[in-house]
């Protein structure tokens, strides 16, 4: 029997844990805002708590229905058969979270939940389990969106990231299950990988996680326990069947050749931590670590140990670390990437863009990940060494000459790479001036912000920080931050993802043309300051007068290649930002798409003109059972069946027409 399960995992690492879950052998997956849901059967439930490196739960799915009331919500609950799922000897705990209408505190309706499990055995049994909030045996969750509440059991017992070594921790320690998505990201591991090091290696999060995958350890074997072991469906021989297959796995992995694993700190009880944790990972004797401060590490490490990837989280000031400081060690970890690791591929992941330009490195990929809820990035990089000579990539096995442009690879979330600083550029990314100069960047100027511009860049700011929290919440990563707000910077500001798109609305005619153009780069000016995206993801659409001329012309557009992929409530859509006056996405209808979505389930839907097709997808993800798509671009209809790839619509239930 193949049940409904609700995977979670950290934001931004959705695609990842589709693909695991996928090889893990679930099905009929689909990812939503913070996860993955997918059908399994009991066995590969158990492959799936023991051997996913990403997830953060294995929630079981159990009823789902709709809640207007206190009253609703018991009733729904009192109408599961608890007794077919839990015994009354299990403790149990419910975690609750959502709000709606006649809901509007979790912890209510956590107890709501919690009185009608209770009841529902006093009246069976004649006996009540008993409650234990911080260590139950078991937990249920509930979660209520819009209007409609799911409740799970969530079969993992806590969060999955905690695999059992972590006995001591460093500074701002990695959660195990991020460090696993920084190296699949990063292409680890890989034959052509002979070494693993982390020169800022904390407590050895990513050295063990690294570790952990070369020797074919499944990350879930330490655990203390699991969540499905109270569940009474819960089969203990095929759990041990599948304890003992991922035993033998990792005898056969470590017997193998292995790469060599190594890690630096500057910090003696960081290092100490580390070993703990390599201990208790029982990978003592596979993983090496030493207190070596970054500016010490020296070229006898890479001669000795061919090439391989060179993987950190270097501090990045919200947590530890001055600002002067922090500039100066990434410039210094720059410095050692290019001195000592040159051939090597590099991972850094920083929640700090600002001073990431301080390597002074030109990243060939970006993905955006979070750090809990802390926005950050991995920036991804292949070393040449400042030396102008050929060098040999090693993991591709071709000679690659300094500065040649890298081959894009499909799987990039985002396209944009960071600017870097050009000779006698007038600007700062983020806005702040350069106190400390990275080794191959040149001084820049701070902006000089006219005070109009000052208060374009405050309101900006402000409008970022409005919505923050729905952003984040609703996973919307294209949204308008600013519409016309102040009557002097007459735009309409866009974000997708890293990029931002500028409209221009069509000044009166009483405005001066010369001012106007002033303006616009005024605009231009404080969207550097504010967001940063780098000049080449600020596209503009200028409907202008011309000189001499009736016309309203578009003006050249941003130097990018214009083709983002975007988010929005767990759904993913290219657009693009160059080519065409409507991005692929027309933000307004977003609502309107939220609409069609939840009246979907069941239906058969018709999209006539469907343009890209962002309507049928809402639809499909809404539970639609067909769907014709209609439209007589070609084109269109090409960027809709990539929109349906990127969400799993299936092609064979969604059809895609070209007709007039
Ligand atoms: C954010 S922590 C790394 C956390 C690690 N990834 C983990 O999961 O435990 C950064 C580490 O950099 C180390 N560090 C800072 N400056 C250093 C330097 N100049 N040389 C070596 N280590 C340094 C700190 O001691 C700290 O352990």
């Given at each position: 029997m193949h049940r409904f399960i609700n995977i979670s995992c950290a934001n931004g690492l959705q695609d990842l844990l589709y693909s695991e879950l996928e090889v893990i052998g679930a099905r009929e997956l689909r990812r939503h805002s913070h996860g993955v849901h997918c059908r399994a059967d009991l066995p590969t439930i158990y492959r799936l708590c023991l051997w996913s490196r990403l997830a953060s739960r294995v929630l079981l799915q159990i009823a789902r229905f709709p809640v207007d009331s206190g009253d609703a919500l018991y009733t729904g609950a009192s109408s599961v058969d608890w007794s077919t799922l839990l015994t009354s000897e299990a403790s149990f705990a419910v975690d609750f979270s959502g709000t709606g209408t006649g809901i509007d505190n979790s912890h209510y309706a956590a107890l709501r939940v919690k009185d009608a499990i209770v009841d529902h055995f006093r009246r069976r049994q004649g006996q009540r389990p008993s409650i234990d909030t911080r260590t139950p045996d078991i937990r249920v969750h509930g979660r209520l969106v819009r209007g409609q509440v799911v409740l799970s059991l969530d079969l993992s017992g806590g969060s999955l990231h905690q695999?059992?070594?972590?006995?001591?921790?460093?500074?701002?320690?990695?959660?195990?299950?991020?460090?696993?998505?920084?190296?699949?990201?990063?292409?680890?591991?890989?034959?052509?990988f002979a070494a693993l090091v982390d020169p800022l290696c904390g407590s050895a999060t990513l050295l063990i996680e690294g570790a952990m995958m070369a020797a074919d350890i499944a990350p879930g074997l330490q655990r203390r326990s699991f969540g499905f072991e109270h569940w009474l469906e819960h089969d203990p021989g095929l759990w041990a069947a599948a304890v003992e297959e991922a035993k033998a796995r990792r005898q056969r992995g470590l017997a193998?050749?292995?790469?060599?694993?190594?890690?630096?700190?500057?910090?003696?009880n960081v290092i100490s931590s580390a070993h703990s944790n390599i201990e208790a990972a029982g990978l003592a004797g596979y993983i090496e670590v030493d207190r070596v401060p970054l500016e010490e590490i020296c070229a006898i490490e890479t001669a000795r140990q061919?090439?391989?990837?060179?993987?950190?989280?270097?501090?990045?000031g919200a947590r530890m670390g001055r600002q002067d400081e922090l500039e100066q060690l990434y410039a210094q970890l720059g410095q050692v990437l290019k001195n000592q690791f040159a051939g090597w591929k590099a991972a850094v992941f920083s929640a700090n863009e600002a001073l990431c330009f301080h390597l002074g490195l030109r990243a060939h990929k970006q993905y955006r990940l979070y750090n809990g809820r802390l926005p950050a990035k991995l920036l991804l990089f292949e070393i040449y060494g400042e030396t102008r000579e050929e060098v040999r990539d090693a993991t591709r096995g071709e000679t690659r000459?300094?500065?040649?442009?890298?081959?894009?690879?499909?799987?990039?979330?985002?396209?944009?790479?960071?600017?870097?600083?050009?000779?006698?550029?007038?600007?700062?990314?983020?806005?702040?001036?350069?106190?400390?100069?990275?080794?191959?960047?040149?001084?820049?100027?701070?902006?000089?912000?006219?005070?109009?511009?000052?208060?374009?860049?405050?309101?900006?700011?402000?409008?970022r920080k409005k919505l923050a929290r729905?952003?984040?919440?609703?996973?919307?990563?294209?949204?308008?931050?600013?519409?016309?707000?102040?009557?002097?910077?007459?735009?309409?500001?866009?974000?997708?993802?890293?990029?931002?798109l500028v409209q221009e609305y069509a000044p009166p005619a009483t405005v001066d043309a010369a001012l106007a153009e002033?303006?616009?780069?005024?605009?231009?000016?404080?969207?550097?300051?504010?967001?940063?995206?780098?000049?080449?993801?600020?596209?503009?659409?200028?409907?202008?007068r011309q000189r001499g001329s009736q016309q309203y012309q578009r003006s050249p557009s941003g130097r990018g290649e214009g083709i983002y992929r975007v988010f929005e409530g767990g759904l993913c859509f290219e657009v693009n930002l160059r080519d065409y006056l409507d991005s692929g996405l027309f933000l307004d209808h977003r609502p309107v798409r939220q609409l069609i979505k939840s009246l979907s389930n069941g239906k058969r839907f018709l999209n006539l003109f469907c343009y890209t097709a962002t309507a049928t997808v809402y639809a499909a993800a809404g539970g639609a059972l067909s769907s014709l798509s209609v439209d007589m671009s070609n084109t269109y209809l090409q960027w809709a069946a990539r929109n349906f790839e990127l969400n799993n619509v299936n092609p064979a239930q969604h059809r895609l027409a070209n007709a007039d």
């Open positions: 695999r059992g070594y972590r006995k001591a921790t460093g500074a701002a320690p990695l959660k195990e299950n991020l460090a696993a998505a920084i190296l699949m990201r990063a292409g680890w591991p890989d034959p052509g193998g050749k292995l790469p060599s694993v190594l890690g630096y700190d500057r910090s003696t061919d090439r391989g990837l060179l993987v950190t989280n270097p501090p990045y000459h300094p500065g040649q442009e890298m081959p894009r690879s499909d799987d990039v979330q985002e396209l944009q790479e960071v600017p870097r600083a050009k000779k006698g550029a007038g600007e700062s990314p983020g806005g702040s001036p350069d106190s400390k100069q990275s080794p191959d960047t040149q001084r820049r100027e701070p902006e000089q912000l006219s005070s109009g511009a000052e208060m374009l860049a405050n309101r900006l700011k402000k409008n729905w952003l984040r919440d609703q996973d919307i990563t294209c949204y308008r931050l600013y519409d016309a707000d102040l009557p002097e910077y007459a735009v309409a500001i866009d974000c997708y993802e890293g990029a931002v002033q303006r616009l780069r005024e605009v231009q000016k404080v969207i550097r300051c504010t967001l940063a995206p780098g000049d080449e993801h600020i596209y503009f659409r200028q409907r202008r």
